[in-house]
C-alpha cells in the first residue's frame, strides 16, 4: 500500500514539474516571438476564455470520477480511514 502511495506521489511530482517546464519554455518562447506588444496582449486575453473552459472541465470531470469512488469506500469501509493516506 505505502509503496503504491509512494509511487502515485513521484508520478503526479514528475507530472506537475514536467507541466511547469513545458509552461516556462512555452512563455519564453512566446515572449521571444511576441514580446510585450499589443498582439501578444490580444492573444493572451483571447486565449483566457478558452483555458478557462477547458479547467473547468478538467475539474468537472474529476470531481464526477472522485466522489463516487470516495462516496462507495466510505459505504463499505471504515468512515475514519477514508480520510487517512496510509
Known amino acids: ?8 506521489f ?12 513545458l509552461g516556462l519554455v512555452r512563455s519564453m518562447i512566446f515572449a521571444n516571438l511576441y514580446g510585450t506588444g499589443a498582439a501578444a496582449q490580444a492573444f493572451q486575453t483571447a486565449s483566457k476564455i478558452p483555458l ?13 470520477a472522485f466522489i463516487p469512488i470516495f ?13 487517512t493516506v496510509c
Open 10 to 21: 513521484i508520478f503526479m511530482f514528475c507530472a506537475i514539474f514536467l507541466a511547469k517546464i
Open 52 to 64: 478557462q473552459l477547458l479547467d473547468m472541465s478538467l475539474g468537472a470531470a474529476i470531481s464526477s
Open 1 to 8: 500500500m505505502k509503496k503504491n502511495i509512494i509511487k502515485n
Open 71 to 83: 462516496n462507495e469506500f466510505l459505504q463499505k469501509k471504515r468512515k475514519k480511514g477514508s480520510y
